[in-house]
């Protein structure tokens, strides 16, 4: 037996002896905040009010690159009711998550159209507003930086001071006199050896806009500044209050200790709450208007002229494969239009040097990931970031490669695909414990019904009847771009009810987090639901730390985490009850909210009886109350190497195949999509219910990229489509006929249960498999997205069989 | 109830700020996204496009007075049985939207449906369960109409 197959072999044996009866686990209970949600009393910043507060509006740059010659404040001012004004004069402290590259006010010249420039805290939101319109500002229009090939050119720099920028060294490489924010890389193999054994290469580029988050809340933070104590309280819509409050510290020089971050319900966040957005700018009006509160509430427009996006992207791939399908080099190079500030763009290319390969064994492969400064509005992560982009170009090559060959797709990835004792991109060796892309595929494509590609007399055929129909798949993977020792924690409390409170530090802003953590914790405990209570909201004073509620680990480490915490409260509670019944521990056990003897379970003590220290008839007392904790971080995981890549970048890779069908018709270009059939490997489904909304939602938002979304900019880089008449979203009338989610249950042996995340992964490969389609339907490649219709029909119309 | 207000004071802005009924929520300002609609006088608006001095003299029902006397309508039973939300922020609008499309047509067809609610954004569910709560919903209620 070879190394691959024992290690197979011992691995898949546990694997499949993995205990999959649960009480709890798995079950599809109700979304415990589902009835706030229905009767309007879910509170969310939006909705927060502070005694006192004051409301801000910020004036933008209507330039994407001006100097600020002279701000003239004073009729603002001026006007009754504004109690602070603000602008680049008054502050120069810098902000930023992994490179402190952006000033809170532009200041001496604005590097986006949209960026704040002045601000103004008033008594109400219409003298605010007024206000905003008298600031006088003169600006010297300059040549923005547009485009990725003149950023590259580095003719002009958005950042001058580059190579003196804070940054987070070691896993990000700005380049000295040049747009480049970082440079990362991996590499394999040898390219030059790998091409050479190639029988075909074949070398396209692909590209993809920048597109909006859209989450329904738009940002919106409170500050308040104590001039007496120094201390600083926040109410934002945030999606990671312990990394706001550590950016925050930072920034304003102050202790963590001394900022509040309290977080209630978020309506929607996506990556674009992540990191720090609005609360600086804050912090100084209600230090300026002498510890006043103050909030802001962005409109729309701000949301998508003044807050992040996501990237656009160019992959450029070339791509050596054998005759008979066999990949054996790729090289790659991702370029991401990254706007004017790093923000989470960096990690966004970092991401793709371990992601950007695809889920596949290529054993000479070099990837270059560029995240390049340019003139516009910056960008963030956004739902799988570095893996929808990376996917819509290695998924759309690889179909285009078994087009050339002549090989069925399926068969085409069957023979390519990772599977137990191949190496990733970075060399993590994979194992049964990592999960399936395999059954993924075999399963999305047994859904839609594959019987492979149309020929070109049945595409003529269609063809005259209007409509065209076509399927598509893609491969999914994806794994939390997160430091090597990110971090979550939970703490229990028993209630003298026999309740439990559980208190997170991850924000449930739709993804289940609440819901997930009752079910983890009833399961051990072995108490029913309702008996679960997740306390509401994160405030940074009172709950424990979690790194970031992003990236789709938290049911991974939030989950492993409240197994801890809640095997840790069995611990204790034996730890009283063998005093009590004068047993000793080992011969205890826990059920349905009692520590009983296993040899007479009549022999017991209720939780509820320990709560708080536990009383004898005759009033003494043992214990206490009970309090539990539990964490769990990442284990194993490293930096990647600079050089080669190298490295363990994966908490998880969850796997995973979209197919769809699709009707196309070739007059307006319009694309509906019929059937999506969708595949993940989950390791175990935690609730059914929920994982069941993550994939209807995901498939919609990653239809939204596929067919309708994207910013448009002028040749200045000025936002033209800052609205929803212009920059829609899918609305109901988008909704694919017919959604099939499949659950491969792989378990990875140290998750939570044998889970791994699904969240982002359901949306990511969806505009690949969309593209692969719409070959199948028409026989034409298109290269960029998005797939409107006004794309797609000018396409048809060229007569071209490529379309970039 | 009677109140003095400002007469460009928008709809939206008296049920929130005067009124504090903080169900109806704000996302776009301009009646493209759905999220402040309210129920008035029979017929579902965006809130933020009513003065609400418009409103004078009638009906208005926003989430809030979905439910009676602490129990959920058939509705909100069904959007929580079908898991037709997740971050929230976007179902008071939904709620309200359909409520006004039963109210007008109990027995409304798939297409009666999603021309209904397609005035409303949600980013979080893909639709699929609002439309299917929706369904269940109107089913429901004819049910017990035809029961009482």
Known sequence: MTHKEELYNCTYQS??????????????????????????SARYAFDAEVPGMLHAKVLHSPYARAKIVSVDCSKAKALPGVKAVLTGDDSDLLVGLYMEDKWVFAKGETRYQGEAVAAVAATTEAIAEEAVSLIEVEYEVLEPVVGLDKALEADILVHENIAEINHVEGVF??????????????????????????????????????????????????????????????????????????????????????????????????????????????????????????????????????????????????TGVKNDGTMVAADIVYDWDSGAYADYGVNVGKTAVYGGLGPYEIENASIVSRTIYTNKVYST?????????????????????????????????????????????????????????????????????????????????????????????????????????????????????????????GIDYGQGLITAVSQITAQELDLPMEMIEVVRGVNTETNPYDWNTVASKYAFMGGNATIKAARNMVDQMKDIASQILRVSKESLDHGDGYIFYKHDPSVRVAYKDMAYGYAYPNGNGIGGPLISHGYFTAERLTNLDHETGQGTPALAWTFGCHAVNIELDVHSGEITVLKVASAFDCGQVLNERMVYSQVMGGVVQGIGSAILEGYKFDDNNVLQNPSFTDNKIPTMKDMPLEVVPIYIENPQLNGPYGARGVAEHTMISIPSAIGNAVYDATGINFYRLPLTPENVALGIKSGKKDIY | ???????????????????????????????????????????????????????????????????????????????????????????????????????????PSDDDIIEGLSGNLCRCTGYRQIFEAVKRAAKREREELSRS
Not at chain 1, 23 to 30: A, D, F, L, S, T
Not at chain 1, 438 to 446: F, N, R, S, W, Y
Not at chain 2, 65 to 88: H, K, M, P, V
């Open chain 1, 15 to 40: 694997c499949k002896d993995y205990k999959s009866n649960y009480k709890h686990i798995g079950k599809p209970y109700e979304r415990k905040d589902a009835m706030e949600k229905v009767t309007g």
């Open chain 2, 1 to 107: 109830m009677s109140e003095d207000i400002d007469p460009t004071m928008l709809l939206l802005h008296f049920l929130r700020d005067r009124l504090k009924l903080f169900g109806t929520k704000e996302a776009c300002g301009e009646g493209e996204c759905g999220a402040c609609t309210i129920v008035m006088d029979g017929e579902a608006v965006n809130s933020c496009l009513v003065l609400a001095i418009e409103a004078q003299g009638s009906e208005i029902t926003t989430v809030e007075g979905l439910s009676r006397d602490g129990e959920l309508s058939i509705l909100q039973q069904e959007f929580i049985n079908g898991d037709a939300l997740q971050c929230g922020f976007c179902t008071p609008g939904f709620l309200m939207s359909a409520r006004a499309l039963l109210d007008r047509n109990p027995d």
């Open chain 1, 173 to 318: 490489f700005p380049q000295p006199n040049s747009n480049i924010a970082s440079l990362n890389k991996s590499r394999r193999g040898d390219l030059e050896t790998g091409f050479a054994e190639a029988d075909h290469i074949l070398e396209n580029e692909f590209s993809l806009p920048a597109v909006a988050h859209v989450p329904i809340e738009t940002h919106v933070a409170i500050a308040q500044y104590n001039p007496f104590t120094g201390r600083i309280k926040i109410i934002s819509s945030a999606q990671s209050p312990f990394a706001l409050r550590q950016m925050l510290a930072s920034t304003l020089g102050i202790k963590e200790s001394d900022i509040e971050v309290q977080v209630p319900y978020v309506g929607g966040a996506f990556g674009g709450k992540a990191g720090i957005h609005l609360e600086p700018l804050i912090c100084l009006l209600s230090r300026e208007a002498g510890g006043a509160p103050v909030k802001l509430k962005l409109s729309r427009e701000q949301e998508f002229n003044y807050m992040a996006t996501r990237a656009a992207m160019r992959g450029k791939i070339r």
């Open chain 1, 381 to 505: 992560a956004y739902r799988g970031f570095g893996h929808l982009e990376t996917l819509w170009t290695v998924e759309r090559q690889v179909d285009i490669l078994s087009q050339k060959l002549g090989i069925d797709p399926y068969e085409f990835r069957m023979k390519n695909l990772l599977k137990a004792g191949d190496l990733t991109m970075t060399g993590e060796l994979v194992t049964p414990s990592t999960g399936s892309p395999i059954d993924c595929l075999q399963a999305a494509v047994k859904e839609i019904g594959w019987t492979g590609r149309k020929s070109e007399a049945e595409r003529e055929r269609e063809w005259k009847t209007g409509k065209v129909r076509g399927t598509g798949f893609a491969m999914v993977h994806k794994a939390p771009a997160m430091p090597p020792n990110a971090a979550s924690s939970i703490i229990m409390q028993m209630q003298g009810d026999g309740h439990v409170k559980v208190m997170v530090g």
